[in-house]
């Protein structure tokens, strides 16, 4: 069982609405599938809830807390949502701050800005096929179906292709439907975290730095820089979603 409330050391985080609506709105007991000084996730129903310390990458469906580091906890170990709260590893950790999710209508123009500060991502191309992302690039929902679980990663850098063509499709104005159908559909060949990672860009919500990038493709300022720290996240995710993001550019 999760510890006492007594026993618990409350933690205040930050969060997008719909995480804090979540924790309010759908109670239940789970359990932690991956733990770390850095991130938590817990497995509560067919959806994972993290936590992550001040140092990790804030994604989606995670908690960003200004611990410096989280308490140990082992996989499998119980965790819980009640009282608008994720209580896990002796935390009852909340959403206390709203973090901003809002996507900029980027401009045709955006496209041309992209290309110019793109790096090479051959790292990417070389473990995807090259007629699924060609259909992807053209909104086929059945591309998903051959990118999802593709590749090396802590999520498969084929699911942060898919995922940053549907935040990027959805700030061009694009029709996502098809797309977010195949991730509906296909959600089962790939893990639980990345699952909701792309459940939630199908809500057109990102890493912060995802955001950023398309910030500045809106303007048109500052490009460069936000594609650097886009690719430096992660072994590959950030590189993935960009080469998505290109690919949502493309049409």
Known sequence: ??????????VAGAGTAA????????PGTGEVVHAGASA?????????VGVSAHSAVHVPATIATALTRLPDVAVGSPAEVADGALHVAGLSVSVDRLVPTDLPRLPPEAADRLAAATP???????QL????????????GEAVAALLGRGDGLTPVGDDVVAGWLVAARATGRSRDAVAD???RSAHRTTTLSATLLLEAVDGACLPQFRAL????????GVPDAVDRLVAVGHSSGAGMLLGAALALRS
Do not use: I, K
Request: aromatic fraction near 2%.
């Open 40 to 48: 938590v996730y817990v497995r509560l129903g067919d959806r994972v």
């Open 129 to 140: 096929p090259a007629e699924a992302l060609d259909a992807l690039a053209a909104g086929d």
């Open 19 to 26: 995480l804090r609506r979540r924790l309010h709105e759908e």
């Open 1 to 10: 069982m999760p510890p006492s409330t007594s026993t618990r050391t409350r």
């Open 214 to 221: 398309l910030l500045t493709l809106a303007t048109g300022r």
């Open 120 to 126: 090479d991502l051959s790292h990417v191309l070389d």
């Open 182 to 184: 195949g991730v509906r």
